[in-house]
Structure formats: C-alpha cells, structure tokens
C-alpha cells in the first residue's frame, strides 16, 4: 500500500511554519530555564493554555496530574522557573510531529522534562494551548 501525504503549504511556507513553531518551543523551553516571563508570557495562549503533568509516586505508584494555566506557569517563570538548574546539563531538543493548517504537535526534550505540545495558529502567531508531560529519567 502506498500512501502519500500532500501539504497544504509550499515548501518555502512549509519551513517558514516550521521555524516560527520552534521558536515557540523555545521560547517556552529557554523561558523557562532563563527565568524568562517575556519569552514564555509569548509562547502561550493566555486564555486556552492549560499544561499537566503525569507523576507517579514512587513508593506508592499513585499516579497524580498536576495541572497549570498560563497566569500560573508564567507566575513560577517570574520567580525563577528553572532558573537554577545547572546550565551545564541543560539541554533542549524540539522535534515537530505533524503540522495541520493551523496546528501543530510539538515533542519538546529538555534535561528534565519531555513535553508533549499542541499549538495552534491565532492571527498569524503560532501559541502553545496543550501541554502533557513527564519527568525525564536518564
């Protein structure tokens, strides 16, 4: 079975969307770790972001889900985020899923976390709305 798959962009679009959704990635991921409220405040959807958390205890394996909105994360941002973290482990790697007209789903790696990231398109400017992750374990 063959199964081809036609973009609704052109190929130049198709890269300019790719670059403007990486850097709402990092805007999102270096935010965070520069303790950056203006990068982040940029990256999200004040009104739809929501962002949760997968944790598992691990003596109890009682799973929780943890849930913030954009005022939240861009409130811990302000205080620091993860500010302190080692610079010399960080490490952050932003791989595109797929891209639909105006969406997009985004796995963002970064020296603690894998974030899964649904963005979408808002008058031109591509914002984070959808955030899933876990902690990274080496």
Do not use: C
Not at 29 to 39: K, P, V
Not at 83 to 90: A, C, H, I, N, Q
Not at 115 to 135: C, P, Q, R, S, T
């Amino acid at each position: 079975m063959v199964v081809l798959i036609f973009s609704i962009f052109v190929l130049g679009d198709i890269e300019n969307e790719k670059a403007a959704i990486k850097n709402t990635t990092l805007d999102y991921l270096e935010g965070w770790y520069d303790g950056d409220a203006e990068r982040m405040e940029r990256a999200l959807h004040p009104e739809f972001f929501t962002k949760r958390g997968i944790l598992i205890h691990p003596n109890t394996g009682e799973m929780a889900t943890p849930h913030l909105n954009a005022e939240m994360m861009i409130g811990y941002v302000k205080q620091g985020g993860g500010k302190s973290f080692p610079r010399e482990k960080l490490k952050n790697e932003v791989i595109i899923l797929d891209i639909y007209k105006n969406t997009a789903s985004v796995k963002a790696i970064s020296a603690q976390f894998v974030d899964y990231l649904h963005l979408a398109k808002f008058n031109g400017k591509w914002m984070i709305i959808n955030v899933l992750w876990e902690l990274k374990t080496e």
